[in-house]
């Protein structure tokens, strides 16, 4: 009888030691939003011609909408800016931010960029720059809106989204580059282009997508995601108004090289003249659910 009483004792004990054991979970990955803003509120461009930068022209101020503060200093970034490339003392390209209609109906602050004529390589993209956690899964997105003229001219581009990895120059060297096009055929129809090369005449990979169609002289909303990688786990995710544009898996760097800068917005190409507005722009660690 006793050896009984023992024995169920011991089962009551194991029972319950078993059902108040923490059991492991799996936590889904919650992404962090590391930046947002509007260009609302505070948010100027600061037009000061500083010494020895290469004209670089900062963006500066807290958008109080979102609590968000220019310059962005995501992945440890430093000095970010707008860059005025072969600009002729800003008259072939100029920025500033407007008050406009936005995607939503009603009154906002943009980004404006207009592109007059090209100097020799003439752009302004906003870099984000210094970056010292380039091996980092970003995702990005805002609104756009583009004009329409020079989207119809045969045989042309711009480019309007990019990162470089060190190492990557115009001869083919160690690194890589992302980079998002509008293209127009011969027949002056626009369509899109996804690439990732080793320098421009050499892609690692390109996709054309001329099944969804790029709108003109309306707001539309663009993505972007990648998981950094040299192998086969490796992502570049491109969408347009939520419709896949490429969506390309494998290598998103070479030789192992992190990414340097980022150019988060673009007004570069040989279509003239052309002008766009950015707006409600969001920056994740990962894709937002």
Same mark, same amino acid.
């Given at each position: 009888?006793?050896?009984?009483?023992?024995?169920?004792?011991? #089962?009551? /004990? @194991?029972?319950?030691?078993?059902?108040?054991?923490? /059991?492991? !979970?799996? +936590?889904? &990955?919650?992404?962090?939003? @590391?930046?947002?803003?509007?260009?609302?509120?505070?948010?100027?461009? &600061?037009?000061?011609?500083?010494?020895?930068?290469?004209?670089?022209?900062?963006?500066?101020?807290?958008?109080?909408?979102?609590?968000?503060? =220019?310059?962005?200093?995501?992945? #440890?970034?430093?000095?970010?800016?707008? *860059?005025?490339?072969?600009?002729?003392?800003?008259?072939?390209?100029?920025?500033?931010?407007?008050?406009?209609?936005?995607? !939503?109906?009603?009154?906002?602050?943009? @980004? %404006?960029?207009?592109?007059? %004529?090209?100097?020799?390589?003439?752009?302004?993209?906003?870099?984000?720059?210094?970056?010292?956690?380039? !091996?980092?899964?970003?995702?990005?997105?805002? =609104?756009?809106? /583009?004009?329409?003229?020079?989207?119809?001219?045969?045989?042309?581009?711009?480019?309007?989204?990019? %990162?470089?990895?060190?190492?990557?120059?115009?001869?083919?060297?160690?690194?890589?580059? /992302?980079?998002?096009?509008?293209?127009?055929?011969?027949?002056?129809?626009?369509?899109? *282009? $996804?690439?990732?090369?080793?320098?421009?005449?050499?892609?690692?990979?390109?996709?054309?997508?001329?099944?969804?169609?790029?709108?003109?002289?309306? =707001?539309?909303?663009?993505?972007? %995601?990648?998981?950094?990688?040299?192998?086969?786990?490796?992502?570049?995710?491109?969408?347009?108004?939520?419709? +896949?544009?490429?969506? *390309?898996?494998?290598?998103?760097?070479?030789?192992?090289?992190?990414?340097?800068?980022?150019?988060?917005?673009?007004?570069?190409?040989?279509?003239?003249?052309?002008?766009? $507005?950015? &707006?409600?722009?969001?920056?994740?660690?990962?894709?937002?659910?």
């Amino acid at each position: 009888m006793k050896n009984r009483i023992i024995i169920s004792i011991a #089962g009551v /004990l @194991l029972i319950f030691i078993s059902c108040n054991k923490e /059991l492991p !979970t799996e +936590i889904p &990955d919650k992404p962090t939003l @590391l930046f947002k803003s509007g260009f609302e509120s505070n948010v100027y461009i &600061d037009d000061t011609a500083y010494p020895d930068n290469e004209d670089y022209r900062y963006i500066k101020g807290t958008d109080n909408e979102t609590g968000f503060s =220019w310059p962005i200093n995501i992945l #440890g970034a430093t000095e970010s800016a707008l *860059h005025y490339i072969d600009d002729e003392n800003h008259q072939a390209v100029r920025s500033e931010i407007q008050t406009v209609i936005g995607h !939503t109906g009603d009154s906002t602050k943009a @980004l %404006y960029n207009i592109e007059y %004529y090209d100097v020799k390589v003439t752009q302004c993209p906003y870099e984000i720059l210094n970056i010292q956690e380039g !091996t980092k899964d970003l995702y990005v997105k805002y =609104w756009m809106k /583009l004009d329409s003229a020079s989207l119809f001219q045969p045989d042309m581009w711009r480019a309007i989204f990019e %990162y470089k990895t060190k190492d990557y120059t115009e001869n083919q060297s160690k690194g890589f580059r /992302l980079i998002a096009f509008i293209y127009t055929d011969n027949d002056g129809i626009p369509y899109w *282009h $996804w690439q990732g090369d080793a320098d421009p005449e050499n892609p690692v990979w390109e996709i054309d997508n001329k099944t969804v169609p790029v709108p003109v002289n309306k =707001w539309f909303l663009t993505e972007f %995601y990648w998981h950094w990688s040299e192998g086969d786990d490796g992502r570049a995710l491109w969408k347009i108004n939520g419709q +896949i544009i490429g969506d *390309h898996y494998g290598p998103t760097t070479r030789n192992s090289r992190p990414i340097d800068f980022i150019i988060l917005t673009q007004i570069y190409g040989n279509a003239n003249p052309k002008y766009q $507005w950015i &707006d409600d722009i969001e920056i994740w660690d990962g894709i937002p659910k």
